[in-house]
């Protein structure tokens, strides 16, 4: 079993930066898939960005590539993923959760199901 526990949500302005951040309880297996998605208020969770084991692969949705960048720490016990978000809009406000375990690969970053791991969360508010 993976625990994941994100961190680092906060509130800013349109235009600001944030970095989330989600401390594994071990390390990524080979060819898993790690990935970040958000939910908002009464909306589905929906994909953010993702990120293969070895940190060299990276997937994003659409609407953030270019400001969202998602990457990999690894430490000697566990690894950290993070998500630096930049120019950071309204409509990116939710609250973002880490998911990992994806072993079907990133043609399936996108499905919530792929992933056996999730974090609780954390929120991200952006003001206009």
């Known amino acids: 079993q993976v625990q994941l526990v994100e961190s680092g949500g906060g509130r800013v302005q349109t235009g600001g930066t944030l970095r989330v951040s989600c401390a594994a309880s071990g390390h990524m297996q080979n060819n898993d898939v790690a990935a970040w998605f958000r939910q908002a208020p009464g909306k589905d969770r929906e994909f953010v960005a993702a990120i293969k084991a070895g940190g060299t692969v990276v997937h994003y949705a659409d609407g953030v590539e270019g400001r969202f960048d998602i990457s990999i720490d690894t430490g000697n016990a566990a690894d950290t993923i993070n998500l630096q978000m930049n120019n950071l809009e309204p409509e990116d406000t939710g609250v973002y959760y880490c998911?990992?375990?994806?072993?079907?690969?990133?043609?399936?970053?996108?499905?919530?199901?792929?992933?056996?791991?999730w974090g609780r969360g954390t929120q991200v508010t952006v003001s206009s």
């Open positions: 998911a990992t375990g994806n072993r079907l690969g990133l043609p399936y970053a996108d499905r919530t199901a792929a992933y056996p791991f």
